[in-house]
T-cell receptor, first 112, second 111 residues
Framework: DAGITQSPRHKVTETGTPVTLRCHQT?????MYWYRQDPGHGLRLIHY???????DKGEVSDGYSVSRSKTEDFLLTLESATSSQTSVYFC???????????FGPGTRLTVL | GQQLNQSPQSMFIQEGEDVSMNCTSS?????WLWYKQDPGEGPVLLIA?????ELTSNGRLTAQFGITRKDSFLNISASIPSDVGIYFC???????????FGKGTRLSVIA
């Protein structure tokens, strides 16, 4: 257990509404990541952070923004949710010089 | 960008059989990780590999870092029903780059 929690765990929302997902860690790890998982696509990186206020884009970043104002929290925001963003979202952290990576329990998001 | 080819995509085996799966990369990696994901949960790290040729075990699981640094293998011996799930490989070429993930191998065990 790497001390990662995600909230909410489930959310149903409507197209066009803003949505924020939260990832919280308790162990002061520098690197944090947001992935989405869809059938047939595996895990795809959305954004990641390598420190407070330091973030970078992943392979599927369009339509998503992130913020990290504290070491322990990494927020993923969908400014205007679309049905194509229906997915399971996983947060992850990396330990020890960015080698081993551990995942949170996931958030299932449905956009109607 | 970098790609990982993981095979097979799925497999059905009898309880007690051994299982092998592998990942190949289009480029050299310096770290290989293997994960298992149960339904409704996040992936769980099984084994981490850091050196070419390295062979590491975790119970009935054994993983190897290929000597070319472009592939890795995971073996499960004497499979049991709780081995069911999706197994992912992941690799990284340097300490500062995000992991690249394979698309997973779905394992089903028939009792």
């Amino acid at each position: 257990d790497a001390g990662i929690t995600q909230s909410p765990r489930h959310k149903v929302t409507e197209t066009g509404t803003p949505v924020t997902l939260r990832c919280h860690q308790t162990e002061n790890h520098r690197y944090m990541y947001w992935y989405r998982q869809d059938p047939g696509h595996g895990l795809r990186l959305i954004h990641y952070s390598y420190g407070v206020k330091d973030t970078d884009k992943g392979e599927v970043s369009d339509g998503y923004s992130v913020s990290r104002s504290k070491t322990e929290d990494f927020l993923l925001t969908l400014e205007s949710a679309t049905s194509s963003q229906t997915s399971v979202y996983f947060c992850a952290i990396s330990t020890r010089d960015n080698n081993e990576q551990f995942f949170g329990p996931g958030t299932r998001l449905t956009v109607l | 960008g970098q790609q990982l080819n993981q095979s097979p995509q799925s497999m059905f085996i009898q309880e007690g059989e051994d299982v092998s799966m592998n990942c190949t990369s289009s480029s050299i990696f310096n770290t290989w990780l293997w994960y298992k994901q149960d339904p409704g949960e996040g992936p769980v790290l099984l084994i981490a590999l850091y050196k070419a040729g390295e062979l590491t075990s975790n119970g009935r699981l054994t993983a190897q870092f290929g000597i070319t640094r472009k592939d890795s293998f995971l073996n499960i011996s004497a499979s049991i029903p709780s081995d069911v799930g999706i197994y992912f490989c992941a690799g990284r070429d340097s300490g500062n780059t995000p992991l690249v993930f394979g698309k997973g191998t779905r394992l089903s065990v028939i009792a």
